[in-house]
């Protein structure tokens, strides 16, 4: 297992807390990063680390020094590697129960691991299509229940799920990637009520077409947004306990508008 650390410091006073929420309405804990070596999970972990203990899993977690590195330049008082294979759900009870049990009561889980998948590739292959909706719909839902749960027993906690617009309505470019975000928005959104009341914080990230390695080659869509601006809402959305968030904020009225846009339309727009 891979370790970069140093020196443990609080992340604030006991006089600044009130029923495990920070001062800034940021739960107080450790970070826990499912996707270490995600674009937008980094940003937003680096984001949250001062005088924090940062969690990062991904597979082949011994490779994550340099991750490791820039959140312990980021202020992080330890940053801790763990091996973890999304599409195994098998695990996923067993994992994060270690994870609680070493570090304690967690303060924010980002879920920023998913694939975007071969859309063409994808029409051929079923297998490939599977693939894809195991990833972005079944490992989320599966890691999200087990977290559900352990953050129900401690009694607080927050939770950061990326979404996409490509879920909020589904475009024939795209739609085995859509479709697995469509059922993805749906099931936080149920998940947030029933988590209604207790303590627990999930925020919905709707971001548009980002630009970085995932998307690298293709053309950006308009309002798009870099990794870091994407982590800016999320730690802004973070401290006011938004139940969901667009990134950038405009496409929340352009996808609404969207809506009324007719099929025939609609099923000739790019990704």
């Known amino acids: 297992m891979g370790n970069r650390s140093c020196p443990a410091v609080g992340v604030v006073g006991a006089g600044d807390r009130l029923g495990g929420m920070g001062v800034r309405g940021i739960a107080d804990g450790p970070v826990l990063l499912l996707g270490g070596r995600s674009e937008m999970g980094l940003e937003v972990a680096q984001r949250l680390a001062a005088g924090r203990v940062v969690i990062l899993a991904a597979r082949r977690s011994a490779e994550l020094a340099q991750e490791s590195a820039r959140l312990v330049a980021a202020g992080a008082t330890a940053v801790h590697t763990v091996e973890f294979d999304a599409d195994d759900t098998a695990s996923h009870q067993a994992l994060l129960e270690k994870i609680a049990a070493e570090h304690g009561r967690l303060g924010v889980t980002v879920l920023a691991f998913g694939i975007l998948g071969d859309q063409e590739r994808a029409e051929r292959d079923p297998a490939h299509a599977i693939s894809v909706v195991h990833t972005d719909y079944v490992a989320q839902l599966s890691i999200l229940t087990v977290l559900a749960n352990l953050l129900r027993a401690q009694g607080d906690g927050q939770i950061v799920v990326f979404s996409s617009v490509a879920g909020v309505r589904v475009r024939r470019a795209n739609y085995v990637y859509g479709s697995a975000k469509a059922g993805l928005d749906g099931f936080v959104s149920g998940l947030t009520d029933a988590l209604h009341g207790s303590g627990i914080h999930l925020l919905l990230v709707r971001p ?64």
Do not use: C
């Open 208 to 271: 548009g077409f980002v630009i970085g390695r995932m998307t690298e080659g293709m053309s950006p869509a308009p309002f798009s947004s870099t990794p870091g601006q994407v982590a800016d809402a999320v730690v802004r959305g973070l401290r006011k306990r938004a139940r969901a968030i667009w990134v950038p904020g405009i496409l929340g009225p352009v996808f609404f508008a969207m809506r009324f846009v007719p099929q025939a339309i609609w099923r000739r727009l790019p990704r």
